[in-house]
């Protein structure tokens, strides 16, 4: 004990500045000078801050259909590049139906379909009609994904208004659970998450008649689409274009947004930046339709008809109409985000209150605090000097967790309340295993100072042990599972490491230093 190694005692030294450096922020401000590293308090979570609690319904049977319309275009292909010729081909739910011209042409194209579309079941059918049904174990598959995509969309929308430590999980087959602590405007999140961002890029028919068009003679392989409307309520003042029914390009192929300013009319915009293959894309459609025009179409809604005049190679676009600046940011943000597969829909809301959180701050820290004081005085009845050096380890070993919390950004919540309470039996009992062991080593005749070098080395072992199976199963806790059980793996993980840092170094250190001081010992107080 008497060559406990100085640099340990620098090392406790400096962790307990650094410790107190970073909790600081908890309970005060700190000056504009302290390191930023150290200036962060710890994020409370939705049930100690309040915040926004949603339940979303993702229209599943939706991204399958999408994904039949997504086939027309294919199919398209296939049976042109055949030269085999149809009078209609269409998408039905989970259904694709086609109308060969040529009955000679039937079996070649059933042929040709099911070779291609080996998703799909061919369904026996009489005269010139071929109907392909999506396959059940397809379409499952395509609901399943559909969830996971708007989970992954919708955390990069919430992200990115700069909340700390939202929950996003999936509840059930087809809904999600939104929880974001601190964020109060509530109508904002909802749009914001519910847009479905929907971006593509359409040729205007320029040969075709749109007067004809809208007295219902639409031109083979084209549709109507609309502008916003002129006078909000009146759909009749929305400008009607006739465009290509085929998509050139979508939302799928950007992988920027920004917010920008049209220098033509001086108001705000969204520029986008397609990636590498979109790029081709709209290199090719440009060069190719110079002089005509296409369609920007955002949310089924014809944002702008632009006149290609020359051809851009640059790979990016831009997107106007009279934004304000928070518009702009909101469709930059989703734009970036990507799209959701599928519409959602708001089947639960709650705003919970800061008020509920406070209340459950005070029960925990009073949990936090009778727990402390119970263990406090037992460690110093029960184990005397020996109790009360485990009783500065347990007080460096709070204040660890608190500075590691800080740092690391993670978030309190009141299952976290639950993991530091936990902490601190646990730091206790890596005491409680080293004080025992210098007993027995005491009742087996051994002095003093080697009664503390065994109880401490033959401990070790123990301790480690017990803690690292303990921190593993918090690390699949974390890993697996999801909002409140997130939480409360964090708190127990730091709390682990800090408890063995404090049982084994500090509480030694102290010991050591103790009894360097008295020299020659003859009694422990234990």
């Known amino acids: 004990m008497h060559s406990y190694p100085r640099w340990k005692f620098w090392l406790i030294l400096t962790v307990l500045v650094v410790s107190a450096m970073a909790s600081l922020p908890n309970v005060t401000s700190v000056p504009s000078w302290w390191p930023a590293s150290l200036s962060q308090p710890m994020s409370l979570g939705l049930d100690l801050k309040g915040g926004i609690h949603l339940v979303l319904d993702v229209d599943v049977d939706k991204a399958v259909a999408r994904s039949v319309e997504e086939d027309i275009d294919s199919a398209r292909q296939v049976l042109r590049k055949a030269k085999i010729r149809y009078r209609k081909l269409a998408a039905e739910g989970q259904a694709l139906h086609l109308t060969i011209k040529k009955a000679g042409d039937i079996a070649a194209a059933e042929k040709l379909l099911q070779e291609e579309f080996t998703s799909y079941d061919m369904v026996p059918t009489s005269g010139n009609i071929i109907n392909l049904n999506l396959k059940p174990d397809v379409a499952d598959e395509t609901r399943k994904f559909a969830v996971d995509q708007a989970i992954e969309v919708i955390r990069g929308r919430i992200d990115a208004l700069g909340t700390t430590e939202p929950v996003i999980v999936k509840q059930g087959k087809h809904r999600i659970l939104v929880q974001i602590p601190g964020y109060e405007d509530t109508a904002h999140a909802k749009e914001l998450i519910g847009r479905t961002a929907q971006l593509e890029f359409k040729l205007v028919d320029e040969k075709g008649d749109l007067q004809k068009a809208l007295g219902g003679q639409i031109p083979p392989g084209d549709i109507i689409m609309y502008g916003p409307q002129k006078v909000k309520g009146d759909p009749d003042s929305a400008q009607p274009y006739l465009l290509k029914k085929r998509t050139e390009l979508s939302g799928t192929e950007i992988s920027d947004a920004r917010v920008s300013i049209d220098s033509r009319f001086n108001e705000y ?30 949310e089924g809604t014809v944002n702008s008809a632009p ?15 009279s934004f304000s600046p928070a518009e702009a940011h909101d469709l930059a943000i989703v734009l970036r985000a990507g799209a959701l597969p599928a519409p959602v829909k708001v089947v639960e809301e709650r705003s919970i209150g800061p008020s509920l959180g406070q209340d459950s701050i005070d029960q925990g820290m009073d949990s936090i605090i009778i727990g402390c004081i119970l263990v406090l005085i037992f460690m110093g009845v029960y184990y005397k000097m020996f109790g009360l050096v485990a009783n500065v380890a347990l007080i460096f070993n709070m204040l660890l967790i608190i500075a590691a919390m800080s740092m690391i950004g993670g978030t309190l919540t009141l299952p976290g309340i639950a993991g530091i309470v936990l902490t601190i039996g646990m730091a206790v009992d890596a005491n409680v295993l080293i004080f025992e062991r210098i007993r027995e080593e005491l009742h087996l005749g051994k002095t003093p100072l080697a009664a503390i070098d065994g109880g401490y080395d033959k401990a070790f072992s123990t301790i480690v042990d017990a803690n690292i199976t303990t921190l593993i199963a918090a690390i699949v806790l974390f890993q697996f599972g999801s909002g409140p ?36 010992i003859e009694k422990l107080s234990i």
């Not at 006149?307 to 109409?321: D, H, L, P």
């Open 485 to 520: 059980v997130k939480g409360f793996a964090v708190t127990l993980s730091v709390g682990i490491l800090a408890s063995m840092f404090t049982a084994i170094t500090v509480t030694r250190a102290i010991v050591a230093a103790s009894t360097e001081r008295q020299g020659r």
């Open 269 to 298: 915009a969204v520029t986008l930046k397609f990636n590498s293959k979109g790029s081709r894309r709209f290199d090719k459609l440009t060069a190719a339709h110079v002089g005509e025009r296409f369609a920007i179409i955002l």
């Open 307 to 321: 006149v290609i005049r020359e051809r851009i190679a640059g790979g990016s676009a831009q997107i106007t109409g």
